[in-house]
């Protein structure tokens, strides 16, 4: 087991004390960040630390993104925010911490090691060994949500070609550091034909760079069900942020338990690194808790900072404890387990062992390379702008007075002889002309209106269509504008269109 994680603010080995931000968190957060520091401080771990408050106090305060402002200072001071759960108060009103600190400071990617320890902890997959690696800042995280009708809410699913492009080069970057064989890409392009379809086609396009390394795509329905069965197949995989999110926990979850899993987030100038798993907090104040999936975070963070000597020794300590049978109660197993511990004495087994290897268990090796994340070769200026063509709009309305039949004479009254209305659609679903009786339809329809000559019009013209639909009394919610790129079109058609 030897990794790396690249890093454009990857330091090379430091003999210097690093500083760092540390957050304690909530419910079960304060016991295992003080085990996580208590063994990191006796391995000799040259940190600096500074303290700073998050999560349920800060948001009950009436802060509502969990994190006070100074402590932004110190986590740009630093740079290196190693972070305990922490818990998102009941109710609305409150922003997810663990969003705000991704985008705010641009921690686009989000690594997560999947590793199986069998014989020591129960899993059915004792050869699984995956890396996943998710977009952490985009697709329906935009947090771009509206209520848009009475019957309709919409969320917005935003994947970008630079932001696929960076996590696409970490991939195959971390690949080619951590000499892993081949990256897999799950996207539903099938379905999503322009979002999910450009994540695939960028992934196809830079790995195209690195022909060293094996490639390939699933769509992730059935990727994930692969991922599910027979997790030893795949090797590092990269995905947009929601198949992430949920595949990340499966793979952490069959690897043997959510409570054994660290991640990393990286970006060009921070990073953040934490355990998987909640605040649990039932198991609180208790001494119960696993403290490895925070330890394992803070081994990923050792190496990120350029401590690989540090990470290695905590990270063999931790597997000669686990292989010893010194487990706590979430992995405890009778027949394989030797001792059920609490938190501090878990703590107290990996530092005496903080010079011992695993026996049967692969021991870790660190080194830290210096290793481009990707991102630098990504320059804005090598772009070349594309063609840029309006050549129609959606108008979309609330309107629940009427049959479709209705909608469609009233609705195509009010084109232009550039601007006609091609079709009506609800939920997606031609429904005007020709549509189906059986169609079930709800209080939400897109009217498309396009350039009969697919020639450009102006915003004028839309503006004056839509003066028009206001003044017939409808009620519109949105519109998308139909554009071409270098003459392609740049929009999806109405299914049945
Ligand atoms: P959770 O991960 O906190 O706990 C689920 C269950 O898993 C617990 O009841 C416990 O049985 C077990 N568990 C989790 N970690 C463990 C550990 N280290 N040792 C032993 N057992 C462990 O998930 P939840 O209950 O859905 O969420 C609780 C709170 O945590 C919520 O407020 C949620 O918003 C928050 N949360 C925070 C983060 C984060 O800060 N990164 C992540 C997920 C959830």
Not at 107 to 118: D, Q, T, Y
Not at 162 to 189: L, M, Q, S, W
Not at 339 to 358: M, W, Y
């Amino acid at each position: 087991m030897s990794e790396t994680y690249p890093s454009s603010t990857l330091a090379l080995t430091s003999l210097t004390t690093v500083p760092i931000t540390v957050a304690r968190g909530d419910g079960i957060g304060p016991e295992i960040m003080e085990a996580t520091l208590r063994i990191l401080k006796e391995a000799g771990a040259r940190l600096d630390i500074e303290e700073i408050e998050i999560g349920e106090q800060v948001y009950l305060k009436g802060t509502s993104s969990g994190i006070e402002p100074e402590s932004w200072e110190s986590l740009r001071r630093t740079k290196v925010f190693l972070k305990a759960p922490i818990t998102t108060p009941q109710g609305g009103g409150f922003k997810s911490l663990n969003v705000t600190t991704r985008k705010t400071l641009g921690l686009f990617a989000n690594v997560r090691p999947c590793v199986s320890f069998a014989p020591f902890v129960d899993t059915k997959h004792p050869n699984m060994n995956v890396v996943i690696v998710r977009e952490n800042e985009e697709d329906l995280y935009a947090g771009i949500e509206h209520r848009q009708s009475a019957d309709v809410y919409q969320c917005l699913k935003l994947i970008t070609r630079p932001g696929t492009e960076k996590i696409v080069r970490y991939a195959f970057e971390y690949a080619k550091a951590n000499n892993r064989k081949k990256v897999t890409c799950f996207t539903k392009d099938n379905i999503m034909k322009l979002t999910d379809g450009l994540f695939h086609k960028v992934f196809d396009e830079v790995a195209a760079n690195y022909p060293e390394i094996e490639n390939e795509h699933w769509i992730v329905d059935i990727g994930a069900a692969k991922l599910a069965d027979s997790p030893e197949t795949f090797d590092v995989i990269v995905m947009p942020n929601l198949y992430g999110d949920i595949l990340s926990d499966v793979a952490a979850q069959i690897a043997g338990s959510v409570g054994l899993a660290g991640s990393a987030n990286i970006g060009e100038h921070c990073a953040m690194f934490e355990a998987i798993h909640g605040s649990a907090p039932r198991r609180a104040g208790q001494n119960l808790a696993n403290p490895s999936g925070l330890l394992l975070g803070a081994v990923m963070m050792l190496v990120h900072i350029g401590q690989p000597e540090v990470a290695e020794r905590v990270h063999n300590a931790w597997l000669k404890t686990i292989e010893d049978g010194i487990h706590t109660y979430d992995i405890f197993a009778e027949g394989v387990s030797k001792q059920k511990v609490g938190t501090r004495e878990f703590a107290n087994a990996v530092i005496e062992r903080l010079c011992q290897s695993p026996t049967v268990l692969k021991s870790a090796k660190y080194e830290t390379k210096e290793v481009g994340s990707g991102v630098e070769q990504f320059d804005k200026a090598d772009i070349v702008q594309p063609v840029k063509e309006t050549i129609g709009v959606d108008v979309f309305l609330h309107w629940n007075t009427g049959t479709t039949a209705d909608l469609g004479s009233a609705i195509s009254e009010l084109g232009a002889s550039n601007l006609k209305l091609k079709m009506i659609t609800n939920r997606g679903v031609k429904v005007w002309p020709e549509g189906f009786p059986e169609t079930f339809c709800v209080d939400h329809w897109r009217c498309r209106f396009v350039s009969p000559t697919l020639e450009a019009i102006s915003h004028n013209d839309i503006i004056a269509l839509l003066a028009r639909v206001s003044a017939a009394g409808f009620d519109f919610i949105k519109t998308e504008n139909l554009c071409t790129f270098d003459g392609e079109r740049a929009y999806s058609l109405g299914q049945g269109e």
